[in-house]
C-alpha cells in the first residue's frame, strides 16, 4: 500500500511554491533566507517542483554574487486558472497563469443585466471555444468567480447581487457542472483587495481599504494584519453601503444614503457624453471636459467618498487605501482633494499615517483576483494536484480539475 505523503515536505511545497507565484521570480538564495530552510533541503524541494513542471529555473541574473551562484526560480505560465467576472453589462472570462500574468481576456458584452444561468451559459461557452488551447497547453487548477455582491465563498452561493438581481444563485456549483472544471466564487471588492495587496499598490503592506467603483456599484475590501477580513459569513467589506446623507435616495439594499447612491459611475459618463465605455476612456473624456458642471460633480462625488473613507480609516487604522474603477479617476481628477478631507476630518492619528494610491493592476485586477481563489488548492498543495509528467511530455493535458 503507497505510503502518505510526507506531510513536512508537502507544506514546505506549498510554501515555495506560493513565495514563487506570488513574487514572480525568486532565487534558491533568496528561498532559502525567506522559508528558513537549509540550503540543500531548499534544493531538493525545488528539483521536485521541477521535475513536476510547477517551476523553472534560469542562470543567476543580478549583480555577480561571491561563491557559488544562485539560479532564479520562476513560475510555469502552463499552469492556469480561469477568472470570471460577471457584471450588469458584460462578462469577462481570463486565462491567468501562475505568477499572477494575464494570458488571454475576453470581454462578452451583454444587451441586457445577465441572468445568472444566462451568465453561466456565456462563461461556459466562452471557456468551451477555449478548451483546445487549455488541453494541450496549460494545465488548469479551477476557476475563480468573482461576484458584485455577497457571496459565501464556502459553498460559492451568491445570497444576494443587488445590480445583478440575483438572490440564492449557486453560481460555482453552475459552472462546476457546465465545465467541468472545480469553480468558486466570491465577493469582487473582495478578491481585488486581495489581488492589489499580493501583486498590485498594497504590495509589502498589511492593513489596507480597498475601493472599487465600477457599473455594478461600489464595493470594499479590508486587509487587517495581512489578511482579508471576511465577517462571519464573508460578507465584510461592503463600504459601497456606508450611511453619507440623511436625505439620499433609497439604494438597491433597500436603506437610503448610501454611498453609492451618491458616488455613481453613470452620472461621471453622462457629463462626459459618453454611452458607455471603461474607466480609461471616462477619465480621458472628463479631462477633456473641464467644464463647471464638470469639476463640481467631482467635488461633489469626492465629498461623499471622503465621508466613507473617514469613517473607515478611524474604525481600521489602514495604512493604504487604494482606490479602483472610476473611483480612482475621481481621485485622479483632484488628487489632493480626498487627502485634505481625511486631515481635517478623520482621526488625527490614523489620518496622518494613511496613503491613498490608486489601483495599480488596472482592467487586469479581477482576473488577477478571481484566478487566486482559483489557485488556492493547487498552492496548498502543488504536488498532489496533477499526476507527474511523463518522461519527454512537452504540453500537458489538463484532467485533474474534472475532479
Partial sequence: MASEPDPSRRNNLALLTTL????????????????????STVGTLIGQLVDLEVVYETAPSGEAQVGRPSPDVH????????????????????????????????????????????AVNIAAAVIAGMRSELDTSYRVTGVGIAVPGLVNRDDGVVRHAPHLGWRNAPVAAMLSEATGYRCHAANDASLGAEGELLFGAGAGQKNLIYLNGGASGIGGGIIAGGSLLRGASGYAGELGHTFVRSSGKTCHCGATGCLETEVTQSSLFELAGLDGGDASQLEQALRENRSKSVTAEVARQLGYLGITLRNAVNTFNPEAIVLDGFLGTLHSL????????????????????????????GSDLMMIGAAELAFTQFLADPAGAFPAPSPGQVDYVQSSAHA
Fill in 20 to 39: 514563487i507565484h506570488h513574487n514572480g521570480v525568486l532565487s534558491r538564495a533568496q528561498l532559502t533566507k525567506r522559508t528558513g530552510l537549509n540550503r
Fill in 334 to 361: 483632484s488628487p489632493g482633494t480626498l487627502d485634505n478631507l481625511l486631515r481635517s476630518q478623520a482621526m488625527v492619528g490614523p489620518a496622518g499615517q494613511v496613503r491613498i494610491n490608486r489601483a495599480a493592476l
Fill in 75 to 118: 513560475p510555469r505560465p502552463s499552469i492556469a486558472a480561469l477568472a470570471v467576472n460577471p457584471e450588469v453589462d458584460a462578462i469577462t472570462i481570463g486565462l491567468v497563469s501562475l505568477g499572477g500574468k494575464v494570458q488571454k481576456k475576453i470581454r462578452f458584452d451583454t444587451e441586457r443585466i445577465p441572468t445568472a444561468k444566462e
